[in-house]
């Protein structure tokens, strides 16, 4: 097997191959051009999105050529693959607002400078708007509509879901224009290979099928598996919510966190995924002779490092640390500012001060927390849920810190 797709299986990547066998011909004597695609229906990708782009950074490595396509055009519809319901549909502004923000998280992952000289496959960013926005409808149907069978259509898993709770006409036109985009990417750059979730594999091979019937060269698809937790939830959700990759809607602390409070069970796998760290290191750090916890904090440090810079992972470390042995040093810890005129005279209650500050989603929550004994204001358990805190009970540097637990900490900052 050619030695990138090698990469990819052992690191627990790839679930299918459209035909793996001549794919690992093919990229044994070229450098292929491939492309993965992501709709620009958010400001920030999620930890859950972005598997196929640590993919894309393994095969960029070896030498192939990788296109982050960014979808401008078919966001505006969006995919039902994988979705119980409609997107929300957007304006173009919100969509070109989005497709700036995602250009600059893929760029944490994906190298797109021009450097020839680093060895790497020069890796660009293209966006379907180009070629779709102004697409002539009827055009298109007798060029592409043409090749595609509603009954085979109506066969693929996440078209057949959705048909028990409602398609829409727009959303069952989202295969044609995903085949049209390979279509494109091999007419304007020789794309021979697509990449994504295995919930996109219907569209993948609608593509390759599209451009064999349209007279291109044969065309493959690589699908990767949907990366689980132990516990059989979805990567990429936390008790805040989606583990966004952007830091004002995630931070960087809690971004640390998230990776060294996983489950035991899943830091191996977490590590070949979602870090650049060699199998070597990665079988060094998880040798049952060694701590797990020390495993579980290498991991965070080289997820956040990725995304967040070096300079945000050793911050987030430092917090952690400082926090966790009762040190003072929160400064990485997310902070909500509140302006004095605004604290109650007669006190914050503390269960609206751990929802404001984002520990808990709801006052329900806190109470929760509260009663059970996990929650901590300026070091002190506070299990009374009608506690109050006036302005003089902050710190010294005028903040309340709190703690839910063991290791989950935000502050409130007078102002």
């Known amino acids: 097997m050619n030695k990138a797709l090698e990469v990819l299986y052992e690191r627990g990547f790839v679930k299918d191959c459209t035909a793996l066998d001549q794919l690992s011909d093919l990229m044994d004597?070229?450098?292929?051009?491939?492309?993965?695609?992501?709709?620009?229906?958010?400001?920030?990708?999620?930890?859950?999105?972005?598997?196929?782009?640590?993919?894309?950074?393994?095969?960029?490595?070896a030498g192939h050529n990788p296109i982050a396509l960014v979808g401008g055009g078919t966001g505006l519809i969006g995919d039902?693959?994988?979705?119980?319901?409609?997107?929300?549909?957007?304006?173009?502004?919100?969509?070109?607002?989005?497709?700036?923000?995602?250009?600059?998280?893929?760029?944490?992952?994906?190298?797109?400078?021009d450097s020839p000289e680093s060895g790497k496959g020069k890796a660009i960013i293209m966006n379907n708007a180009d070629w779709l926005v102004d697409l002539n409808y009827i055009q298109f149907l007798r060029d592409v509509g043409k090749y595609f069978s509603v009954n085979r259509m109506l066969t693929f898993e996440g078209v057949k879901q959705?048909?028990?709770?409602?398609?829409?006409?727009?959303?069952?036109?989202?295969?044609?224009?995903?085949?049209?985009?390979?279509?494109?990417?091999?007419?304007?750059?020789?794309?021979?290979?697509?990449?994504?979730?295995a919930d996109q594999w219907g569209n993948i091979v609608a593509?390759?099928?599209?451009?064999?019937?349209?007279?291109?060269?044969?065309?493959?698809?690589?699908?990767?598996?949907?990366?689980?937790?132990?516990?059989?939830?979805?990567?990429?959700?936390?008790e805040k919510g989606a583990v966004f990759i952007d830091p004002e809607l995630y931070s960087p602390y809690d971004f640390f966190q998230y990776w060294r409070n996983?489950?035991?069970?899943?830091?191996?796998?977490?590590?070949k995924i979602f870090t650049f760290m060699s199998l070597d290191e990665i079988k060094e750090w998880v040798d049952p002779a060694r701590n797990i916890?020390?495993?579980?904090?290498?991991?965070?440090?080289?997820?956040?490092?990725?995304?967040?810079?070096e300079e945000e992972a050793e911050k987030a470390r430092s917090a952690a640390k400082a926090l966790f042995y009762g040190g003072a040093d929160s400064a990485s810890v997310p902070a909500k500012e509140v302006k004095k005129e605004d604290w109650p005279e007669e006190g914050m209650g503390v269960l609206s001060?751990?929802?404001?500050?984002?520990?808990?989603?709801?006052?329900?929550?806190?109470?929760?927390?509260?009663?059970?004994?996990?929650?901590?204001?300026?070091?002190?358990?506070v299990t009374d849920p009608k506690a109050t805190f006036k302005i003089e009970d902050a710190q010294d540097d005028g903040s309340f810190l709190l703690k839910s637990g063991k290791k989950r900490y935000a502050k409130i900052v007078l102002v």
């Open 29 to 61: 004597k070229e450098k292929v051009t491939f492309y993965c695609g992501v709709d620009p229906t958010g400001r920030s990708l999620h930890v859950g999105h972005i598997v196929p782009f640590f993919a894309m950074h393994h095969l960029q490595k």
């Open 353 to 381: 001060m751990f929802t404001l500050s984002g520990i808990t989603a709801s006052n329900g929550e806190a109470r929760r927390i509260v009663t059970q004994g996990g929650a901590l204001v300026n070091g002190v358990k």
């Open 207 to 238: 593509g390759i099928d599209l451009i064999s019937r349209m007279g291109g060269p044969e065309c493959f698809g690589l699908t990767f598996n949907l990366i689980m937790r132990s516990d059989g939830k979805k990567m990429g959700k936390s």
């Open 80 to 113: 039902p693959s994988g979705k119980t319901e409609m997107r929300k549909i957007l304006s173009f502004e919100e969509i070109n607002s989005n497709v700036e923000a995602i250009k600059k998280q893929l760029s944490k992952i994906v190298d797109f400078s």
């Open 293 to 309: 916890n020390d495993a579980k904090e290498k991991l965070a440090y080289e997820a956040t490092k990725v995304i967040h810079g």
């Open 262 to 271: 996983v489950a035991d069970a899943d830091v191996e796998k977490f590590m």
């Open 162 to 197: 959705r048909l028990e709770r409602g398609l829409s006409f727009i959303e069952f036109n989202y295969q044609l224009l995903q085949s049209y985009d390979f279509y494109m990417l091999n007419q304007k750059t020789g794309c021979r290979l697509q990449i994504g979730g």
